[in-house]
C-alpha cells in the first residue's frame, strides 16, 4: 500500500483523543480529504511525513521506512496555567498510538519513535505556530511508520 492509504489513519487515531475541554480533537487529514487548513484554532492536531528512506533488492523484500510528526496544538496561548493539563495528553496519546500499531492493516507498523529525528517521541510543552497565528502551547509526536511495498501494483525491482 501506499502513504494514501494510511497517512490519514494517523489522524483517525489522533481524533480520538480526549480533550481538557471534555470533547475530542479536530485531526486534520491531508489526502483522503484535503483539509489542511490557513489558520487553526485549538485544540487540534495536524499530521505530516517528514521523510522516506526505501530499502529494496531483486527478491525482496521492498519496504518504505516513513517519518512523520503530529503537531497538537492543545491550548490557544503560552500561559503557563496551561501546563498541568498539557502533561495529561503525553499518557493520552501514548494510549491511542499504541492501540492500532498497523493502522487497521495498512502497515506493517505505526510507533511513536524518534531515533530518527533525534528528538524526543513526545517533545513538549512546545511553543507552536502555524501561519500568522499566535503561539499556542501544545505537544510535537515524532512517528515512523514501516510498510512493505513488495506486493504494491507498478512496484517492481529489477537486476
Known amino acids: 500500500m501506499a502513504i494514501e492509504s494510511w497517512i490519514d489513519r494517523i489522524a483517525d487515531r489522533w481524533a480520538q483523543v480526549e480533550t481538557h475541554e471534555g470533547g475530542t480533537l479536530r485531526a486534520y487529514r491531508i489526502l483522503e480529504i484535503d483539509e489542511f ?5 485549538a485544540p487540534c492536531v495536524l499530521t505530516y511525513p517528514t521523510g522516506m528512506n526505501l530499502t529494496y533488492s531483486v527478491g525482496g523484500p521492498d519496504v518504505e ?23 495529561l495528553y503525553f499518557r493520552r496519546i501514548r494510549n491511542i498510538a499504541i492501540s492500532s500499531i498497523t493502522l487497521s492493516s495498512t502497515v506493517d ?6 531515533q530518527d529525528a533525534g528528538a524526543p517521541s513526545i517533545q513538549g510543552p512546545v511553543s507552536l505556530t502555524y501561519g500568522g497565528d499566535d503561539p499556542m502551547h501544545g505537544l510535537v509526536v515524532n512517528w515512523k511508520v514501516k510498510e512493505n511495498i513488495s506486493n504494491e501494483t507498478g512496484v517492481s525491482v529489477a537486476a
Open 37 to 41: 487548513p490557513e489558520s487553526i484554532e
Open 109 to 114: 507498523y505505526f510507533m511513536i519513535d524518534s
Open 65 to 87: 521506512h516513513w517519518t512523520g510528526r503530529s503537531d497538537f496544538y492543545l491550548f490557544p496561548n503560552v500561559s503557563k496555567q496551561n501546563i498541568p493539563a498539557l502533561v
